[in-house]
């Protein structure tokens, strides 16, 4: 009954950003927190950005910080992930997912996300 969509995933030269967005759709009444994770080829999902109901307290992972910033507009139904400065490092999928839980914001556990897209490739080329 919830449905999260990534869009915007590509291939940028390192330098260059990008701009993920995330739709959502169905019973969205209580997706409390919105986030980013990440996944590497070969390695664990990573915390990556969230953000509360409103938009307005974001955080993103240290691994990001300056370079990446989460936004939300509910009147779209989307959330944002502007990628700057984007290194060889930041290759992944990314993914989008949704929690009901408020509290999941100031956390950086996927477990307590019960929504998640499926993913979108960002490839940084050096």
């Known amino acids: 009954q919830v449905q999260l969509v990534e869009s915007g995933g590509g291939l940028v030269q390192a330098g260059g950003s990008l701009r993920l967005s995330c739709t959502f759709s169905?019973?969205?009444?209580?997706?409390?927190?919105m986030a980013w994770f990440l996944q590497a080829p070969g390695k664990e999902r990573e915390f990556v950005a969230a953000?509360?109901?409103?938009?307005?307290?974001?955080r993103v992972g240290d691994d990001v910080e300056g370079r990446f910033t989460c936004s939300r507009d509910n009147t779209k139904n989307t959330v944002y992930l502007q990628m700057n400065s984007l290194k060889f490092q930041d290759t992944a999928v990314y993914y989008c997912?949704?929690?009901?839980?408020?509290?999941?914001?100031?956390?950086?556990?996927?477990?307590?996300?019960?929504?998640w897209g499926q993913g979108t490739q960002v490839t940084v080329s050096s």
């Open positions: 169905g019973r969205t009444g209580n997706l409390y927190t």
């Open positions: 953000t509360n109901w409103s938009g307005g307290m974001t």
């Open positions: 997912a949704a929690s009901t839980v408020s509290g999941a914001f100031f956390r950086s556990d996927q477990r307590e996300y019960t929504y």
